[in-house]
């Protein structure tokens, strides 16, 4: 009996880790679809992995067949959004794109949040 | 900004409690608002920063020129200077100051006055700058969002984040918390 006291956190612990990866899948799923409908064969995500990064993923498959897939991250700075594709290069964002993502984290605050609370009350 | 997202109370007021579940949803939420926030004071501040390099004219305070300690511009300091001189050569014409007194001021050319105020001034300019850091000294400016995007010809997604449209989910998807994705 004395492995419970030690299992029971681990277990707990190990839920909420499981439980924080499937409601960032979840939000990842809404964030994607706040651009519109996904084209078919399409797998879109859009969300904030932390305060200091935004992700956006976007997979497909070309016109050969194959699985194509750009992973694009934000870098929040405190001296400026810089953004990174698959290399290790950052770039620092043009007016339009920041305007643009700006639009985006906007509509990001008015659907994600209100969702996440209503998974809230579910759970 | 319209329907800002008001968040629970009790999700800041009070410790989390609840099942693993609960708190990893309160985490997350506690998380976004946080990152939004601090998303919108950086693209603040950095949309300011490139519409001022982009349209330095819009910005005219922020690109006056350094003031000196006591509040007279590189301008005024040289006009204030003119004037002094020319003081002082109407005192000398009217024999009011000593020929070996503050007369010599007047052979102090102008130009030079001004200049060692423009070279205090960028010097002020250049130390006014944030350092960059090292990591991002090759830093290239991008094209728009929409464009690195590659999309297959047929199957070409709407330009992701030019017109950005609200979707609703048509609840097809369902999580293992059995809500609607």
Redesign the interface.
């Given at each position: 009996m004395n492995f419970l006291p030690k299992l029971s956190p681990r277990n707990?612990?190990q839920?909420?880790?499981d439980?924080?990866n499937?409601?960032?899948?979840?939000?990842a799923?809404?964030g994607g679809?706040?651009?519109?409908?996904?084209?078919?064969?399409?797998r879109?995500e859009f969300f904030?992995l932390?305060?200091?990064t935004?992700v956006?993923h976007?997979e497909?498959?070309?016109?050969h067949g194959q699985r194509?897939a750009?992973m694009?991250q934000y870098h929040?700075?405190?001296?400026?959004?810089?953004?990174s594709?698959g290399d290790q290069?950052?770039?620092?964002?043009?007016?339009?794109?920041?305007?643009?993502?700006?639009?985006?984290?906007?509509?990001?605050?008015?659907?994600?949040?209100?969702a996440?609370?209503?998974?809230?009350q579910?759970? | 900004?319209?329907?800002?997202?008001q968040?629970?109370p009790d999700y800041y007021s009070l410790p989390r409690t609840g099942?693993?579940?609960?708190?990893?949803?309160?985490?997350?939420?506690e998380?976004?608002?946080?990152?939004?926030a601090?998303?919108?004071e950086?693209?603040s501040?950095?949309?300011a920063?490139?519409?001022e390099a982009?349209h330095p004219e819009r910005f005219p305070l922020r690109n006056r020129p350094v003031q000196l300690e006591n509040s007279v511009g590189v301008s005024e300091l040289t006009q204030h200077h003119s004037d002094l001189i020319n003081d002082l050569a109407e005192a000398r014409a009217r024999n009011e100051l000593d020929a070996a007194g503050p007369l010599q001021m007047a052979h102090v050319p102008v130009e030079q006055l001004a200049a060692a105020a423009t070279q205090e001034a960028h010097q002020t300019f250049e130390t006014a700058v944030?350092p960059?850091?090292a990591?991002?000294a090759?830093?290239?400016?991008?094209?728009?969002?929409?464009q690195?995007?590659?999309?297959?010809?047929?199957?070409?997604?709407?330009a992701?984040?030019?017109q950005?449209?609200?979707?609703v989910?048509d609840g097809s998807?369902h999580?293992?918390?059995?809500?609607a994705?």
């Open positions: 707990d612990q839920r909420e880790i439980a924080h499937e409601v960032l899948r979840y939000v799923k809404v679809q706040l651009f519109g409908p996904i084209p078919k064969g399409h879109r904030n932390d305060k200091h935004w956006w976007e497909w498959v070309d016109n194509q750009v694009t929040i700075r405190p001296d400026g959004i810089l953004k594709q290069t950052y770039r620092r964002i043009s007016h339009a794109e920041l305007h643009n993502l700006y639009q985006a984290v906007e509509l990001y605050e008015e659907v994600v949040p209100p996440l609370d209503r998974l809230l579910r759970v | 900004m319209s329907n800002t997202y968040p629970q099942s693993p579940e609960q708190i990893a949803v309160m985490s997350i939420i998380q976004t608002i946080s990152s939004i601090y998303f919108r950086t693209a501040r950095a949309d920063d490139i519409e982009l944030p960059q850091p990591q991002f090759a830093v290239q400016p991008l094209a728009p969002m929409e690195p995007q590659p999309q297959p010809q047929a199957e070409r997604a709407p992701p984040l030019e950005p449209t609200f979707f989910p998807n999580n293992n918390f059995g809500l994705a």
